[in-house]
């Protein structure tokens, strides 16, 4: 089955926290190709994976990278499809390098950046669902089950937590 979502990280380094981006694809059947590549130590290579990536009809593109994160633009530049940024914290100024250099693209050239780290990890991949359940009635079913799950989830929880705290 051919990858609906391609996610690229800059370095392996960024691996684990990108990991749960893979997890809720997973969890949600959409197909991914999960690789590394670099703005800057491998240009060629990011411009060819997105090339052949959209030949064989990828349709959003979730990228990780820290520092002066160019990543996410340089897929941005090569592509209409839409591309997600998630900004990793990975030098001595805790993300802020990579937020401002993933969120701030000239116009024309949108990066729809998320939180740092696995938080944003994990919204990269509900976001690029949501993207994706816009022409996929069974997907956005499984969006609404998730969903559904998530209240579920907070109701058992305030009940238990209620429960250890009655009224003396
Ligand atoms: C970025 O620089 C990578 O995305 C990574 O977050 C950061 C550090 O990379 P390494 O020096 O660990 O390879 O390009």
Redesign the pocket.
Known sequence: MEARVAIF??????ESVVTPCADVLKQLGIPYVFTIT?A?RTPERTATLVDDLEARGCQVYICA???A?HLAGAVAARTTKPVIGIP?A?SALNGMDALLATLQMPPGFPVATVALDKAGARNAAWLAAEILALHDPALHERLLAARAKFAADVAAAGDELAARHQPC
């Open positions: 990280i800059g370095s392996a380094s960024d670099s800057h990278a820290g520092m994160a990793i990975a």
